[in-house]
């Protein structure tokens, strides 16, 4: 017998199916079941989600000026509700937990058009576009970034945190090792989901021009797209280094937690992720990103010490080359990054988002939440 069943609304990427699922791992564990609406693409990160069921529902974004295509993404949005007002009368949520990305406008806009208390989680430093859509409706705001003291919606929003999934807490739980001089060093690239053309690019190029008594040290695990996998594996091979290439790793919890150093960019799962287990990071955030959210990201870790903050644009693979060559002679300034960054991980913030939608779920008020918190 369950206490009742939560709903968790999450687009179909990691960044934002990734918290759902540390949040969802605690709801289980709380007596909840746990119920997963997202989109297609889903079943790449999904199959470790501990949701008793998963629906896919339709959604659909609004990007284009073609009067054609506007018109079918609101029909699909349109439809996309009807299907979730249908499984709401059917699932019977106590409240449901919006994270981001369109796939969450049906179900949540079902959901407070029904009364059914509703909360949204913003990953970001920024808020996203979906959730910019959805703020006013909603009961609560949870933020992994976003202040409770200004801004529109202060007054209903709770600085939590990102959930961090279980293997995150788990490597969180291994101490930085810095690497020694003559010791293997083990470095750590990818660039979030869905991978990164510029480091599959800059990165080897960078490795080429070290030292050949630091590359014969390196280690390297490196997420690259699957079109750039030949390129980088190339490069590698003619290195003659000792390297893991691959476009997703399942493991990358545990590389994390080996690792002597982070290049990355800097969505916000993954800066919170870092910051938990605590290793130095050099972050460079996509610049292509319309709210410049990896950026404001990435600046709140780097205040700490914790990593280094370098635009795309400044970072050749000369200067990408220097950072390593000083990095690898510097053990104990990475010791000390990792220390920072460690400090301002918020390892608890499941378990806080977890009491925060169980108060919701109760008819409590966010003031009357934030009270209890003080």
């Known amino acids: 017998m369950t206490k009742g069943i939560i709903m968790l609304a999450a687009g179909g990427t990691g960044g934002h199916l990734f918290p759902a699922e540390a949040l969802a791992h605690e709801l289980k564990a709380l007596g909840y079941a746990v119920h997963l609406v997202t989109d297609s693409r889903a079943e790449r990160y999904a199959g470790k989600f501990p949701a008793d069921e998963i629906h896919v529902v339709p959604s659909a ?42 796939p969450t406008i049906p179900p949540l806009l079902a959901a407070t058009g029904m009364g059914i208390p509703s909360m949204i989680h913003e990953q970001n430093a920024v808020m996203g576009r979906a959730n910019k859509a959805l703020a006013k409706r909603v009961k609560a705001i949870a933020g992994g970034f976003l202040p409770e003291t200004n801004g529109p919606y202060a007054a209903k929003t709770v600085t939590t945190g990102n959930p961090v999934r279980p293997a995150v ?47 014969a040290r390196l280690r390297v ?28 790793f399942t493991d990358m919890a545990e590389r994390i937690a080996k690792a002597h150093l982070v290049i990355c960019r800097s969505g916000a799962s993954t800066v919170s992720e870092i910051a938990v287990i605590g290793r130095p990071a050099i972050l460079v955030p996509y610049p292509y990103a319309l709210d410049h959210d990896q950026a404001a990201n990435a600046a709140a870790l780097a ?21 390593l060559t000083e990095a690898m002679n510097n053990p104990a300034k990475l010791s000390g990054m990792a220390a920072s960054a460690k400090q301002v991980g918020k390892p608890d913030a499941a378990r806080l988002l977890a009491s925060m939608v169980e108060a919701i779920a109760s008819g409590s008020t966010i003031a009357q939440f934030k009270e209890t918190r003080s």
């Open 61 to 102: 974004t609004i990007g284009s000026k073609n009067p054609m295509k506007v018109a079918g993404s609101l029909w699909t949005l349109w439809s996309g509700m009807r299907i979730a007002r249908r499984l709401m009368v059917k699932v019977r949520p106590k409240v449901i937990v919006g994270f981001g990305g369109y």
């Open 221 to 248: 695990t490196q997420q690259a797209r699957a079109e750039d996998l030949p390129m980088v594996e190339g490069c590698i091979a003619k290195l003659e280094m000792n390297a893991d290439i691959a476009p997703f």
């Open 169 to 215: 807490l788990e490597a969180a739980r291994v101490p930085y090792q810095p690497s020694g001089d003559g010791e293997d060093f083990r470095l750590v690239v990818f660039g979030g989901s869905q991978g990164a053309q510029y480091f599959s690019k800059s990165v080897p190029t960078a490795i080429s021009l070290l030292d050949d008594s630091l590359r």
């Open 303 to 323: 205040a700490t010490g914790g990593a280094k903050v370098i635009a795309q644009a400044e970072l050749s693979s000369e200067k990408l080359s220097r950072i």
